[in-house]
């Protein structure tokens, strides 16, 4: 009977600690540095690079012309988070809101779409 107690025991400990085990992005994973990179625009290839800052628990930034620092730097109007995604949103030129939705690839990387174009984004170190 003993020896049934202590199985069940270790039996409740391996459920209890799959169950607590889940892999959860930290919430403040998306904050830092990122170059963004987006293929085939009518523009051609482009890249952004921005920096997420986390205020009054909400990340806010914008995202600078990597091509053209010079450049005026558009705003994010607002981020959006879930889980292991995030979509940017800013302020076309020609007026709209354009998202940017990425998804976490590993530590470093983001997948996903500016619009509808192929973007990835890799995190810059500081």
């Known amino acids: 009977m003993k020896n049934?107690?202590?199985?069940?025991?270790?039996l409740f400990i391996g459920m209890a600690?799959?169950?607590?085990?889940?892999?959860?992005?930290?919430?403040?994973?998306?904050?830092?540095?990122?170059?963004i990179s987006a293929v085939g625009t009518p523009v051609g290839d482009v890249k952004f690079t921005t920096d997420l800052?986390?205020?009054?628990?909400?990340?806010?930034g914008e995202l600078t012309?990597?091509?053209?620092?010079?450049q005026a730097n558009r705003p994010?109007?607002?981020?959006e988070e879930?889980?292991?995604?995030?979509?940017?949103y800013f302020e076309s030129s020609?007026?709209?809101?354009?998202?940017i939705e990425?998804?976490?690839?590993?530590?470093?990387n983001l997948k996903g779409t500016l619009s509808t174009f192929d973007a990835t984004a890799k995190r810059l170190k500081p």
């Open 65 to 70: 012309n990597a091509a053209d620092p010079g």
């Open 94 to 99: 020609q007026g709209g809101e354009v998202p």
């Open 102 to 108: 990425l998804t976490k690839v590993d530590d470093n």
């Open 82 to 88: 879930k889980g292991d995604k995030v979509v940017m």
């Open 17 to 35: 600690q799959a169950g607590f085990s889940q892999t959860v992005t930290p919430p403040d994973f998306f904050a830092g540095k990122w170059e």
């Open 53 to 60: 800052v986390r205020k009054a628990g909400k990340l806010t």
């Open 4 to 10: 049934v107690r202590i199985l069940l025991l270790f």
């Open 76 to 79: 994010l109007i607002r981020v």
